[in-house]
């Protein structure tokens, strides 16, 4: 039996069964659908890469405006019906098969000519993972439009103090700009997910904006501050740094990591990393 039927008219279609261990979601709200691709404003002239097209709810309007898109699936049942909806739609689509987190983002937009634009509404099982590796390849990227769960974006926007805030804020918050931008209910989904989810606009800084000099020790200290959140920072980073390193940052050995802003971090990182080598 045929696992899918194309129909580019409806964005719910190909699949019998969404899989639950890709974390199929299918957006199916069309008014929700509009302002994610109004948000993302895409232009014919940009190298636009969406991550888990599915089966084409984001890529059908983004094909329609540019003309061309590179969309990155592992689900194989969806190579064929989205390949075919797109070419019903008289649009350009390059369509990758692979797991995203093997998909080198830099080598990408050296292929495609210049810096890309991530969009997606993300599998939400990997979203860190994808986050992370996105990061990696900041240099190589314009900007990104995630759907995430909603407590998920939360995390991080969130600002120092804030009880959500975590390693995810800092890292995140540390190289880009963290924007949310549309809150979206289960019911815009097809199967609907438990929680409520969000669309979070994240743009690289300039990379002479970003003063993190040693990025594996600045991430090191901050997984290692927020590991256990009660504890203070002299306990928590003992193993890294000392109460001389904390106070030359212009931190307490005795604040605990949520209330430390991210610039504490950076310049926590770049004073370790310069007392390690003396
Ligand atoms: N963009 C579609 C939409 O909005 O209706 C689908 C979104 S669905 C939440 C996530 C998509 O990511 C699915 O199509 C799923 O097959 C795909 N996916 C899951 N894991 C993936 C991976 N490791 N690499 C690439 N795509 C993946």
Redesign the pocket.
């Known amino acids: 039996m045929n696992a899918y039927h194309a129909n580019p008219r409806d ?1 719910s279609g190909f699949l019998k069964q969404a ?1 639950k261990q ?7 709200e069309r008014g929700i ?1 509009e302002k994610i691709v109004l948000a993302l404003s895409p232009k014919a002239d940009e190298h636009i890469v ?10 059908l309007p983004i094909l329609q405006k540019t003309g061309k898109l590179t969309a ?4 194989r049942d ?1 190579i064929a019906p989205l390949t075919q909806a797109a070419e019903a739609s008289g649009g350009e689509l390059n369509l990758i098969h ?4 093997q998909v080198d983002f830099s080598q990408l937009a050296n292929t495609l000519g210049g810096k890309i634009r991530l969009i ?7 979203s860190s993972p ?1 986050l992370f590796h996105a990061l990696a390849h900041a240099h190589a990227i314009c900007d990104m439009h995630f ?1 995430l769960q909603k407590e998920v974006v939360e995390r991080m926007a969130a600002a120092e103090g804030s009880k959500v805030y975590g390693r995810l804020s800092v890292m995140l918050q540390a190289y880009c700009q963290v924007t949310p931008l549309i809150t979206v209910p289960p019911g815009a ?1 097809r199967p609907a997910p438990k929680v409520d989810s969000a669309v979070v606009r994240l743009v690289p800084h300039p990379p002479e904006a970003i003063q993190v000099a040693d990025r594996a020790r600045f991430a090191d200290i901050v997984r290692a501050a927020f590991a256990q959140r009660r504890k203070t920072l002299h306990n928590a980073l003992r193993e890294l740094c000392d109460d001389a390193d904390i106070r030359a940052a212009g931190l307490e050995p005795q604040m605990r990591a949520e209330q430390v802003p991210v610039a504490g971090f950076i310049a926590l990182a770049s004073q370790s990393s310069q007392n390690s080598l003396r």
């Open positions: 964005p899989k890709l974390g199929q979601n299918f957006l199916r659908i969406e991550i888990g097209p599915g089966q084409g709810a984001l890529t990155i699936e592992f689900d969806l692979r797991d995203v987190l997606g509404n993300l599998p939400y099982n990997l994808i759907m989904f």
